[in-house]
């Protein structure tokens, strides 16, 4: 393991940066340090989708103004040698660092994520913290979970929510549909091309976790965990 595997832990970053998956708010980066430690010293492409609050979801339109990108300055900072990926539907194109591409894109068509996808190549990583609409989740698990190499992640977060303005009525919600394969072995859903969509990706999971809010048991699902086999 690389000595970068001890640099600064992620939940310090996160708050020194501002960033809600910190101590502060989600606590995300309590089980981040510990799945990405051993990527720390790797030259692996990262990708997020969603990199600022405030988005269409808060009913702010995509061309707002965008003035900060923490968790962007997080990751550069956490991976080193690693290639930062952000997408998003408002512009953050002003930002500029040698190890940082942005690719804008409006994730309500998966055709859009697949023209995305070919800018993006292959993450080793995947962090979903886009819209957090159903469809959108899943929209994008599909076009993005195939192109993880073997041992990559793939992480959904803020399970527990999903924007008025966006959800689908009568879909089935991201964290039923994982909790579905967790128990059953088969992803069900309420679109039956989606379900067969999902179930065709089963050979390619090696493992899923479903958090709790605080990793409380009593409280609803907040953040899925994928390991591509």
């Known amino acids: 393991m690389s000595d970068?595997?001890?640099?600064?832990?992620?939940?310090?970053?996160?708050?020194?940066?501002?960033?809600?998956k910190g101590s502060r708010k989600h606590r995300y980066t309590e089980?981040?340090?510990?799945?990405?430690?051993?990527?720390?010293?790797?030259?692996?492409?990262?990708l997020e989708m969603g990199?600022?609050?405030?988005?269409?979801?808060h009913g702010?339109?995509?061309?707002?103004?965008?003035?900060?990108?923490?968790?962007?300055?997080?990751?550069l900072d956490y991976f080193p040698k690693a290639q930062i990926v952000g997408l998003d539907i408002s512009d953050f194109s002003w930002f500029e660092h040698e190890r940082f591409r942005f690719v804008q894109c409006d994730m309500d068509e998966r055709v859009n994520i697949a023209a995305a996808a070919q800018q993006i190549g292959a993450p080793d990583i995947i962090v979903d913290d886009a819209s957090h609409a159903s469809h959108h989740q899943q929209n994008a698990f599909l076009?993005?979970?195939?192109?993880?190499?073997?041992?990559?992640?793939?992480?959904?977060?803020?399970?527990?929510?999903?924007?008025a303005p966006y959800e689908k009525p009568g879909i089935?919600?991201?964290?039923?549909?994982?909790?579905?394969?967790?128990?059953?072995?088969t992803f069900e859903h309420s679109d039956p091309a989606v379900a067969d969509a999902f179930n065709?990706?089963?050979?390619?999971?090696?493992?899923?976790?479903?958090?709790?809010a605080r990793y409380q048991k009593a409280r609803r699902d907040q953040?899925?965990?994928?390991?591509?086999?």
């Open 143 to 163: 076009e993005l979970f195939p192109r993880l190499p073997s041992g990559g992640l793939y992480i959904i977060e803020d399970l527990r929510w999903q924007p």
């Open 172 to 185: 089935t919600k991201t964290a039923a549909l994982f909790q579905s394969w967790l128990h059953k072995r």
């Open 4 to 20: 970068l595997s001890h640099g600064p832990n992620l939940t310090d970053l996160a708050d020194q940066y501002g960033s809600d």
């Open 60 to 75: 702010k339109p995509a061309s707002r103004e965008t003035t900060d990108l923490p968790s962007i300055r997080m990751w």
């Open 223 to 229: 953040v899925a965990v994928i390991h591509k086999r």
């Open 31 to 46: 089980l981040y340090h510990m799945l990405f430690s051993p990527f720390r010293g790797q030259e692996i492409t990262f």
């Open 200 to 212: 065709a990706l089963i050979p390619d999971i090696s493992g899923c976790f479903v958090f709790q």
């Open 51 to 57: 990199l600022l609050i405030g988005g269409p979801e």
